[in-house]
C-alpha cells in the first residue's frame, strides 16, 4: 500500500520580517479543540538567492575574524570591520566603495607594516596563480592596544561552481600565545646550544649577546667586573660610587649595530656607570629591572652622559632592561638590552606553503615586565658559564705561573753546548699542559739535556710536571747514567700513582670529610685526580770525548743535523712511557762533531689534526737543514714554531736546540798514576807545572792540596788504574779516577783520629765536589772557582805529562 505524500510547502514569516514559502514535512496532529493540523520542520532550501547572499554578507561583516577578499591582481574587492580594526583604519571615514580596487599597500592600515602589506600582494597573485592556499605568518598590534600580536594569514583560493577562480579569501587569526611559547622555546635552545661551548669569558659573553640577537632585542650589551677577566673572585657588597666595568661583547640589528665599536664603550674598554644608573642599581641589589626613556633615573643617567645621550636619540632607544649577571652568588656584571623605536630590517624565509615573515627586532615595543623572567633565565644560564670561564681563567693563569716558574728561564753558564728553547702553552681551551726542558750542567764539563711531556693539562699537569723535573734535576746530580735515571724516573710515577689512587679511594670512602669547594677549586681539565703518565728524553753530552749518550721513555727521537747539513734522527732504542713499570730502559750512543745541533723536542711540536706525524718529522728536518752552518740558535727556534705550529695549539710545545761545543786539548790534562804512595808527591808536581803554564799560579796550592788528597785516597782505598785529570773550563776541575765502585763518605773527623780529614779538606776548599760513577769505576772530581781576570782558555798549549 503506497503511502500519501506529507510534503509540501507552506507559507511562513522569517524574523527578520517578510514572508517566503518553505518546504515541509511532518505528521498530522490533532489540536486541543480537535483541529488536525500537520507540525514539522522548515528549511531554507527553497530560500531565494538574494536573502542568503544577504546572510552571508552580514556573516562576513560580523565575523570576529579580519577578513578581506581580493581579486586575482591583488586588488580588493570587500573587507570586513575587523581588518579594518586590526589595521587601524576603523576611523578613517573610508566606504567600501572608497576602497574598492586597491592594493593592500594602497590601502591606509598604519598598524601593519609596509612590507608585510607588499608580501602579502606578491602571497595573493601567488595563490590565483597556483590555486593552492599559503599561510603567511607575521606581526601586528592587537586590536586596541599597544602591544604586538602574532598573526598566522591565511590565503585560500574562492571558486564558482565550474571551479574557476573568483578571488582569493585572506583572513588572520591570532597566535600569539604559541608564538611566545615558540619563540621563548626557541631562544632557551639556541641559548643551550650557543653559550658555554668556550671556557673564555669574552667569547662566551659575545654567544650570549649574539643568541638575544635579533630574536629579543635590537641592542645587548655584556659588562663585566675587570677582575673577571683576571679569574678574580669579585668583591663582596655592593659597590661604592661609580661602578666601573669592562665591555665583554655587545650586538646590534642591522650594519649600523652590528660592530664592535657601535655602542658608547667599545668591546674590551671601560666604561663608568654613576650610582643611579639603571646598570649600577642593578649591579648593587642584584635584581633586573625595565626602564623606559621617560623614566626619572633614565633621563638623570642619560642628562649626565652626554655621548650616551646622543647614542640613544641616534639610534631610537625606547626601552632597556637591566640583568644582573649572577651565578653561585656572586654577581659579576650586568647585562643591557635595548629595543629601538624603528627596528628596521625584515627577513622572509618559507617552508612549503607557510612563509614567516620576520621583523629583525621581536617587536618595537617597549620591554615589559612578563619579558624579564626569559631574559633572566638565558643570563642565568649564560651567568654560570661565564663564571666557569672566570674560574678556569684563574686555574690557567695559576698553572701558567707555576709552570714558568718551574721551567729554566736562562741557560746556565757551560761550555759544553750553545742552547736556545721554546715553550709554546696550549691554547686556553685546551688549558696549560705538563712539557719541560732543562739544561744540567754536570761534572767533568759534561751537560744533560732533558725535555719531557707529562699528559694531560691543567693545575695538576704543571705540579706533577715540577715534581718530575726536580726529580731529574736530583737524579742528575748523583751522575746517574741516562738508562739508569729513567728506571729511577719511573719508580717515580708508579709511586706517584699509587698516592694518587689511595687518595681517591680515600675520598670515596669518606665523601663528607672531603672540602665541599674542594671539587670547584681543584677542577682542572685533566680530572684533577687522573692517572700520571709521561715521556722523557734524558741525553748527556761530553764535549771532551766528544760523545753523546741518551735514552728515551715513550718519547719521540731527536733530530741531528751534523756540520755538512744532513738531518736524521738518531735511532735511540724506544722505551716505555714512565708509569708502565716493569720494563727496561735501553741507551745508546754517538760521536758528535763539533758544531752538531741536536734537536729535543715533544710531540705537540710534529703531532697536529691538520697533518701525519711524519709530515710534522718531515717538516722539521726541513727546517733544520734550512738552518745554515752556524746559525742564532734563536732564530731557529722561531722558524721551526712559525712552519709547524699554530697560534693556537692544542696541546704544549717545547723545544730545545743544542749546539755542541769541544774543549780543545790544550785545556785538559791527563796523566796515568801509578798505584803506589809515593807518587803522590809527583802528581802535586805535574798539578803545578800545568797551573802555571795556564796562567793559574794563584789556584797552585790549594789544587795541590785537593790533588794529595785524591790521589791518596784512590791508591789507599781503590783499585788500578788510576788517572788525574785537570780541565780549565769556566773552572778549574780536578778529577781521579780508579776502577773500584766504592764510594767516599764526608764525615767529620773527631779530635783524637790521626786521619778522616781528607774530603773535608776537599770540600772546604772547593766550591763544589762529588762522585760518579761508570762501568769503569768512580771518579772524585772538585770545582774551584777561577780568579778574576784569568786567561781565556786556548790561550796556551798543555804541558806534556
Known amino acids: ?100 580596487g586597491r592594493l593592500p599597500s594602497e590601502l591606509p592600515l598604519p598598524h601593519i607594516d609596509r612590507s608585510v602589506l607588499e608580501e602579502s600582494e606578491r602571497l595573493i597573485r601567488e595563490v590565483a596563480a597556483t590555486g593552492e592556499p599559503i599561510t603567511l605568518e607575521t606581526y601586528a598590534p592587537r586590536p586596541g592596544e ?106 646590534g640589528v642591522g ?30 641589589t642584584g635584581r633586573a629591572g625595565v626602564h623606559t626613556m621617560t623614566d626619572a633615573d633614565v633621563v638623570a643617567w642619560l642628562a649626565g652622559d652626554p655621548a650616551r645621550s646622543a647614542w640613544a636619540a641616534e639610534h631610537g632607544l625606547a626601552s632597556l632592561m637591566t640583568v644582573p649577571v649572577t651565578a653561585r652568588e656572586t654577581t659579576l656584571g650586568v647585562v643591557v638590552f635595548s629595543r629601538l623605536n624603528d627596528p628596521a630590517n625584515h627577513r622572509t624565509r618559507r617552508t612549503g606553503r607557510t612563509v614567516r615573515h620576520d621583523p629583525a627586532a621581536p617587536t ?61 702553552p696550549a691554547s686556553a681551551q685546551a688549558g696549560v699542559g705538563g712539557d719541560w726542558f732543562d739544561v744540567i750542567p754536570l761534572s767533568g764539563t759534561r751537560v744533560a739535556l732533558v725535555v719531557g711531556d707529562v699528559t694531560g693539562h691543567g693545575l695538576h699537569a704543571s705540579a706533577t710536571m715540577g715534581r718530575l723535573r726536580t726529580a731529574v734535576r736530583t737524579l742528575a746530580d748523583v751522575d746517574l747514567p741516562p738508562d739508569e735515571l729513567l728506571s729511577h724516573l719511573d719508580d717515580l710515577v708508579i709511586s706517584l700513582n699509587t698516592e694518587n689512587a689511595e687518595a681517591e679511594a680515600e675520598a670515596e670512602a669518606h665523601p663528607d670529610e672531603v672540602d665541599a669547594s674542594g671539587g670547584d677549586e681543584a677542577s682542572s ?31 719521540p727521537e731527536p733530530a741531528l743535523r751534523t756540520p755538512d747539513g744532513r738531518v736524521e734522527y738518531l735511532d735511540v732504542p724506544a722505551g716505555p712511557p714512565l708509569g708502565l713499570g716493569g720494563l727496561a730502559f735501553e ?18 711540536l710534529v703531532e697536529s689534526r691538520f697533518r701525519d706525524p711524519d709530515q710534522g718529522l718531515a717538516a722539521l ?46 785545556q785538559v790534562a791527563d796523566w796515568s798514576v801509578p798505584f803506589d804512595p ?64 766504592t764510594a767516599p763518605h764526608l764525615r767529620r773527623a773527631r779530635s783524637f783520629e790521626e786521619g778522616g780529614r781528607g774530603l773535608m779538606l776537599v770540600a772546604q776548599c772547593s766550591t763544589r765536589w762529588g762522585t760518579r760513577h761508570s762501568p769503569q769505576g768512580k771518579t772524585i772530581w772538585a770545582e774551584q772557582a777561577l780568579p778574576t781576570g784569568s786567561p781565556a782558555p786556548g790561550t796556551a798549549s798543555a804541558a806534556p805529562a
Open 525 to 555: 681539565t685533566d680530572g684533577g685526580s687522573a692517572e700520571i703518565g709521561a715521556t722523557c728524553l734524558y741525553a748527556v753530552y761530553d764535549p771532551i770525548a766528544r760523545r753523546c749518550v741518551l735514552a728515551r721513555a715513550g718519547h
Open 146 to 251: 599597544s602591544r604586538t600580536g602574532a598573526w598566522a594569514v591565511s590565503y585560500t583560493p574562492v571558486r564558482d561552481a565550474d571551479g574557476r577562480l573568483d578571488a582569493v579569501a585572506v583572513s588572520a587569526v591570532e597566535f600569539s600565545e604559541q608564538f611566545a611559547a615558540r619563540r621563548r622555546q626557541a631562544l632557551l635552545d639556541a641559548a643551550g646550544a650557543r653559550i658555554g661551548t668556550s671556557l673564555d669569558v669574552s667569547r662566551t659573553a659575545q654567544d650570549l649577546a649574539d643568541v638575544v640577537v635579533p630574536g629579543f632585542a635590537d641592542f645587548v650589551s655584556v659588562d663585566l667586573l675587570d677582575g673577571v677577566f683576571r679569574g678574580e673572585e669579585p668583591a663582596a657588597g655592593p659597590p661604592a660610587g661609580d661602578v666601573r666595568l669592562r665591555r665583554a661583547a655587545q650586538a
Open 1 to 100: 500500500m503506497q503511502r500519501p505524500d506529507r510534503r509540501g510547502c507552506i507559507p511562513g514569516t522569517l524574523k527578520e520580517g517578510g514572508r517566503r514559502g518553505c518546504r515541509s514535512g511532518g505528521r498530522p496532529e490533532r489540536g486541543a479543540a480537535g483541529v488536525a493540523g500537520r507540525s514539522g520542520r522548515a528549511d531554507d532550501r527553497g530560500m531565494p538567492d538574494e536573502p542568503r547572499r544577504s546572510l552571508a554578507e552580514r556573516a562576513f561583516e560580523q565575523s570576529p575574524v579580519p577578513w578581506m577578499l581580493c581579486d586575482a591582481t591583488g586588488r580588493l574587492l570587500r573587507i570586513n570591520a575587523k581588518m579594518s580594526e586590526l589595521g587601524g583604519m576603523s576611523d578613517s571615514g573610508l566606504t567600501d566603495e572608497d576602497l574598492r
Open 364 to 424: 618595537s615595543e617597549p620591554f615589559h615586565e612578563d619579558d624579564v623572567p626569559l631574559a633572566e633565565e638565558i643570563v642565568g644560564r649564560a651567568a654560570v658559564w661565564l663564571d666557569n670561564a672566570r674560574r678556569y681563567t684563574r686555574e690557567r693563569a695559576t698553572a701558567l705561573t707555576l709552570q714558568h716558574s718551574l721551567l729554566q728561564q736562562r741557560a746556565p753558564r757551560q761550555a759544553a753546548v750553545d742552547v736556545a728553547s721554546r715553550y709554546l
Open 678 to 741: 809515593t807518587f803522590v808527591a809527583e802528581a802535586r808536581g805535574l798539578a803545578a807545572r800545568q797551573l802555571a803554564h795556564w796562567g793559574l799560579p794563584e789556584l797552585t796550592f790549594v789544587t795541590e792540596l785537593v790533588v794529595s788528597e785524591l790521589v791518596t785516597n784512590a791508591i789507599r782505598y781503590g783499585r788500578p788504574p788510576v788517572r788525574l785529570r785537570l780541565i780549565r773550563d769556566t773552572a778549574l776541575i780536578c778529577e781521579v779516577s780508579d776502577a773500584s765502585g
Open 621 to 666: 728536518s726541513d727546517q733544520l737543514a734550512a738552518a745554515g752552518p752556524d746559525p742564532d740558535l734563536a732564530a731557529v727556534c722561531d722558524d721551526v714554531l712559525g712552519a709547524l705550529t699554530t697560534l693556537r695549539p692544542r696541546d704544549d710545545v717545547a723545544l730545545l736546540l743544542a749546539r755542541t761545543r769541544a774543549l780543545g786539548a790544550d
Open 587 to 604: 741507551s745508546a750512543e754517538f760521536e758528535l762533531p763539533p758544531g752538531s745541533l741536536l734537536a729535543l723536542f715533544t710531540d705537540g
Open 255 to 284: 650594519p649600523h649595530l652590528a660592530g664592535l665599536d657601535t655602542g658608547v664603550v667599545g668591546v674590551g674598554l671601560r666604561g663608568s656607570y654613576p650610582p643611579g644608573s639603571p646598570p649600577a642599581r642593578c649591579l648593587a
